[in-house]
């Protein structure tokens, strides 16, 4: 038997994480669909810092329906020692979701939200308090490895990517408009 949809009180939550590549990518997809069918899309990234990317560059060219947003230095993070820089910008981005909701986007992203928040620089129990706040009209996407436990289950749709094989391991460096 059939169960009938019922209206949710929040918005869709989507998360992909794991240690394979593509994550970033697939959240940069949706936005393009959205975007294709005339809709706002904000992406805010965490822990990134890097302007020259083709999906940072792509949808720069899409504005006004895309904006996003860096919030990361240009050296990653170092996990077992981030540093002050890391966790002030972390909670900018974090500040500035909050922000993004009130201009009631179809799709609102979090890049690398879930590394950000396992590697402590956000708190799990602040980004859920956020995801309390979605309107039903917006779905918000959480990328990147390593996804606490309380985001998977809070979660709506999980997909978890599986690092099977890498140009990377094979001396094959990463190519511009193609991996970045």
């Known amino acids: 038997m059939a169960r009938k949809a ?3 009180k929040r918005g869709l939550v989507y998360l992909y994480t794991g240690e394979g590549g593509g994550k970033t ?3 940069f997809g949706f936005a393009l669909r959205a975007i294709g069918h005339g809709y706002k899309v904000i992406i805010i990234q965490f822990m990134k810092g890097w302007e020259d990317i083709g999906e940072v560059k792509a949808c720069r060219r899409l504005a006004p329906e895309c904006e996003v947003y860096q919030f990361g230095r240009k050296e990653f993070v170092d996990p077992k020692n981030p540093s002050p820089e890391d966790y ?3 909670q900018e981005a974090l500040a500035f979701a909050h922000q993004a909701l009130k201009k009631r986007p179809k ?8 590394l950000a928040a396992a590697f402590g620089l956000v708190k799990v129990k602040d980004v859920l308090k956020l995801l309390d ?5 917006t779905v918000v996407m959480l990328t990147g490895r390593r996804a606490p436990r309380a985001l998977i289950d809070r979660a709506d749709f999980v997909s978890v990517i599986e690092d099977v094989k890498h140009p ?3 001396g094959i460096p990463a190519r511009k408009g193609i991996e970045y």
């Open 6 to 8: 019922t209206k949710k």
């Open 25 to 27: 990518t697939n959240a």
């Open 88 to 90: 002030r910008l972390a």
């Open 107 to 114: 799709l609102l992203v979090l890049d690398e939200i879930n």
């Open 133 to 137: 706040k979605v309107p039903p009209s």
């Open 168 to 170: 990377a391991r094979e």
